[in-house]
T-cell receptor, first 117, second 109 residues
């Protein structure tokens, strides 16, 4: 079946512009996560959705970052007034709700590589 | 503060030998642990997991060991193959998933 799909795969933008990153999770997966990986770093948690609500936004690095999820499916991560330090690979992952099947692993998309010039 | 740590950024192993990747965690409430493999320009791929009620889980060439008292888990790959060369992340699940910083494994033919 289809995996997690992210678009665009690459995005180059000028400092100060806004960008939108999109994630299509695996059908039926109610949990959706956004992570980012900066060069040479590990996976940094950004935000978690359960259905359309975001019980944990603790990882968003600043108020320039926001995310939404509609219809319990597609999610968009928006970065306003981008800065060079926002350059990273932004990864989306989805999983079955844990209560449905015990512990469920995250399934990742291939990410969006964002470069802010 | 890093709740999941992988203290070895890289590891090189000869083909056919055993690869052992290590991971430590700090939160005793974590109840589910996972290993992911990542190739360049791709997202991490789920490899193997273990519940906190177990101390070992095996899947083919891959075995994960969990030592709860030491808050330590390890991934054993035997025999190692050149296609196993990748970055390996360990992760732990509490109210969210926490990832280590990764270990880059190189299997030398």
């Amino acid at each position: 079946g289809a995996g997690v799909s992210q678009s665009p795969s690459n995005k180059v933008t000028e400092k100060g512009k806004d960008v939108e990153l999109r994630c299509d999770p695996i059908s039926g997966h109610t949990a959706l996560y956004w992570y980012r990986q900066s060069l040479g770093q590990g996976l940094e948690f950004l935000i978690y959705f359960q259905g359309n609500s975001a019980p944990d936004k603790s990882g968003l690095p600043s108020d320039r970052f926001s995310a939404e999820r509609t219809g319990g499916s597609v999610s968009t991560l928006t970065i306003q007034r981008t800065q060079q330090e926002d350059s990273a690979v932004y990864l989306c992952a989805s999983s079955l709700e844990p209560t449905q099947g015990g512990n469920s692993p995250l399934h990742f998309g291939n990410g969006t590589r964002l470069t802010v010039t | 503060d890093q709740q999941v740590k992988q203290n070895s950024p890289s590891l090189s192993v000869q083909e056919g030998r055993i690869s052992i990747l290590n991971c430590d965690y700090t939160n005793s409430m974590f109840d589910y642990f996972l290993w992911y493999k990542k190739y360049p320009a791709e997202g991490p791929t789920f490899l193997i997991s273990i519940s906190s009620i177990k101390d070992k889980n095996e899947d083919g060439r891959f075995t994960v060991f969990l030592n709860k008292s030491a808050k330590h888990l390890s991934l054993h790959i035997v025999p190692s193959q050149p296609g196993d060369s990748a970055v390996y992340f360990c992760a732990a699940s509490g109210n969210q998933f926490y990832f280590g910083t990764g270990t880059s494994l190189t299997v030398i033919p």
